[in-house]
């Protein structure tokens, strides 16, 4: 068996993860649902494959037996991560994966204390705007003496995937926002106004239910957090899911760069402000993604729920180039 098994990677970002993943010569296998798609991607990788559908524990329970990290790449997250988490548990195998959605890192929230029994970690959002904010919000609440809130934007390019649109269109109504350290309901219609540095001054984010309500609250021990989002280009189709082609091209990708900005707020009422230049999120996720794989199986990891911060450092951002934050 491989140390590290990529679950769903037949997908959009699961098929450019495996690539990565090949390209530093990890040792990996990959596995999902559909057997064709997963043996002609396995010939061409040159690498192992397996075939679960998640609803079968003594296969998944056979092939975890001798697998030190999985990466879950399918979403959406809610109906694979419990599966995949209960396996991990059972087998002693650390769980990472690429989610943006709240309800599956409030579901292995869930099982922080089993995950600790059985020594291993819980990592979603090992790439993505987990990783990407996280370390973002971290480096802000440093310079900040006593914070007390943290408003914190992600500026969206470029067209999203298929799976990514259905993932989105499954998200629960409504939008969240963590006051006093509980998740509250947030005004839609209340947007923030943010200055991402990329020459178009302040522009108005809307409120959006992001899993860093969570993350950033854990690592950072802030209890009051809004997460918002600016999208440009054609990021949120209002078309067909079914008619959306897999997701952007290479070329689409390097074209359309994301950008965060954080605004911290200290208990005097002073502000620190800082904003992040990086890579495509597809491209981002993929390469932190893999990178935080690696890590682990260098066994750099803690046990139960972890953020990536937490486990990594703000350093993380280094890996991934032509990514830097700037304080104003």
């Known amino acids: 068996m491989s140390p590290l098994l990529i679950y769903g990677a037949t997908g959009y970002t699961g098929?450019?993860?495996?690539?990565?993943?090949?390209?530093?010569?990890?040792?990996?296998?990959?596995?999902?649902?559909?057997?064709?798609?997963?043996?002609?991607?396995?010939?061409r990788l040159q690498v192992p494959y397996y075939v679960s559908d998640l609803h079968e524990n003594s296969i998944l329970d056979s092939i975890l037996k001798d697998t030190l990290v999985i990466l879950n790449c399918a979403g959406p997250y809610l109906p694979t991560a419990k599966p995949l988490l209960e396996a991990c548990i059972r087998s002693g195998t650390h769980y990472l994966d690429i989610s943006a959605e709240i309800a599956s890192y409030q579901q292995a929230q869930q099982y922080d204390e089993a995950a600790q029994q059985a020594g291993i970690m819980l990592l979603p959002g090992c790439g993505g705007s987990v990783a990407m904010l996280?370390?973002?919000?971290?480096?802000?609440?440093?310079?900040?003496?006593?914070?007390?809130?943290?408003?914190?934007?992600?500026?969206?390019?470029?067209?999203?995937?298929?799976?990514?649109?259905?993932?989105?269109?499954?998200?629960?109504?409504?939008?969240?926002?963590?006051?006093?350290?509980?998740?509250?309901?947030?005004?839609?219609?209340?947007?923030?106004?943010?200055?991402?540095?990329?020459?178009?001054?302040?522009?108005?984010?809307?409120?959006?239910?992001?899993?860093?309500?969570?993350?950033?609250?854990?690592?950072?021990?802030?209890?009051?957090?809004?997460?918002?989002?600016?999208?440009?280009?054609?990021?949120?189709?209002?078309?067909?899911i079914a008619l959306l082609p897999d997701g952007p091209s290479t070329a689409e990708r390097d074209a359309s760069p994301y950008h965060a900005a954080a605004i911290v707020t200290s208990e005097e009422g002073i502000t620190h402000r800082a904003v992040l230049h990086t890579l495509n999120g597809y491209t981002f996720t993929c390469l932190a993604s893999v990178e935080a794989a690696r890590r682990v199986l260098r066994n750099e990891m803690g046990k139960g729920f972890q953020t990536p911060v937490a486990i990594f450092g703000k350093e993380f951002l280094?890996?991934?180039?032509?990514?830097?934050i700037k304080d104003f």
């Open 318 to 324: 280094h890996a991934i180039p032509m990514t830097q």
């Open 134 to 240: 996280g370390c973002l919000a971290s480096h802000v609440i440093n310079q900040v003496k006593s914070p007390k809130t943290i408003d914190i934007a992600l500026h969206v390019a470029g067209s999203m995937s298929r799976g990514s649109a259905i993932s989105a269109s499954n998200m629960k109504d409504g939008c969240l926002q963590l006051i006093d350290g509980r998740l509250v309901e947030q005004d839609t219609n209340k947007t923030a106004d943010f200055d991402f540095d990329d020459g178009n001054g302040s522009v108005a984010s809307f409120p959006v239910t992001l899993p860093d309500l969570l993350t950033i609250s854990k690592s950072s021990h802030i209890a009051n957090i809004r997460t918002f989002a600016h999208a440009s280009g054609n990021s949120f189709s209002t078309g067909d």
């Open 15 to 43: 098929h450019i993860i495996s690539e990565r993943a090949k390209s530093i010569g990890l040792d990996f296998a990959i596995a999902g649902r559909t057997e064709s798609t997963l043996k002609d991607l396995a010939s």
